[in-house]
T-cell receptor, first 116, second 110 residues
Framework: SAVISQKPSRDICQRGTSLTIQCQVDSQVTMMFWYRQQPGQSLTLIATANQGSEATYESGFVIDKFPISRPNLTFSTLTVSNMSPEDSSIYLC?????????????FGPGTRLTVT | QKEVEQNSGPLSVPEGAIASLNCTYSDRGSQSFFWYRQYSGKSPELIMFIYSNGDKEDGRFTAQLNKASQYVSLLIRDSQPSDSATYLCATNGGADGLTFGKGTHLIIQP
């Protein structure tokens, strides 16, 4: 499976500011995904990012709040804009992999964000 | 709306016994089903996936799928304390990302 890294691993930010999270993969992948895991909760898909096209956002998530870039097949960024304490979560990127066609996804280590 | 349901637990199992984790899903269009293990403070780790009715075995783990009943399960044989974690069930209905259940917290008692 692909090796995925994320930066930063954690951050503490003030409300009203923005944070950009980077996701780097060691191989070229078509689709990358961004998820959020709020404290004590499961994972919720934010958006799907394909290289060369606009990201596709899930219900409840909008581009103005979570702009995503996908400049090439190994890299993506997620920005959390105008943050509030409710944005305190772990943000995870993932990629499809394994070559089985089964749609399995592998996750990066996550970015733990605390908004004060 | 796609939903995946799991009993949140905690599920407590003695060491060496079989742990049985269950999951139901609402979307009949779901094609593949995944079990992830998540240790506290870590990201989810893929254990198994299954897309055909029946059983799929990998070492101590067996995934079971019944599409008619919209039911997926994971059996862990010879449970070890290191298996203590939250187990997340997820489905994939197509080109979208995964839909996750809330997870079952499993505790293996030495």
């Amino acid at each position: 499976s692909a090796v995925i890294s994320q930066k930063p691993s954690r951050d503490i930010c003030q409300r009203g500011t923005s944070l950009t999270i980077q996701c780097q993969v060691d191989s070229q992948v078509t689709m990358m995904f961004w998820y959020r895991q709020q404290p004590g909760q499961s994972l919720t898909l934010i958006a799907t990012a394909n290289q060369g096209s606009e990201a596709t956002y899930e219900s409840g998530f909008v581009i103005d709040k979570f702009p995503i870039s996908r400049p090439n097949l190994t890299f993506s960024t997620l920005t959390v804009s105008n943050m509030s304490p409710e944005d305190s979560s772990i943000y995870l990127c993932s990629v499809e992999g394994g070559g089985t066609g089964g749609g399995e996804q592998y996750f990066g280590p996550g970015t733990r964000l605390t908004v004060t | 709306q796609k939903e995946v349901e799991q009993n949140s637990g905690p599920l407590s199992v003695p060491e060496g016994a079989i742990a049985s984790l269950n999951c139901t899903y609402s979307d009949r269009g779901s094609q593949s089903f995944f079990w992830y293990r998540q240790y506290s403070g870590k990201s989810p780790e893929l254990i198994m996936f299954i897309y055909s009715n029946g059983d799929k075995e990998d070492g101590r783990f067996t995934a079971q799928l019944n599409k008619a009943s919209q039911y997926v399960s994971l059996l862990i044989r010879d449970s070890q304390p290191s298996d203590s974690a939250t187990y997340l069930c997820a489905t994939n209905g197509g080109a979208d990302g995964l839909t996750f259940g809330k997870g079952t917290h499993l505790i293996i008692q030495p």
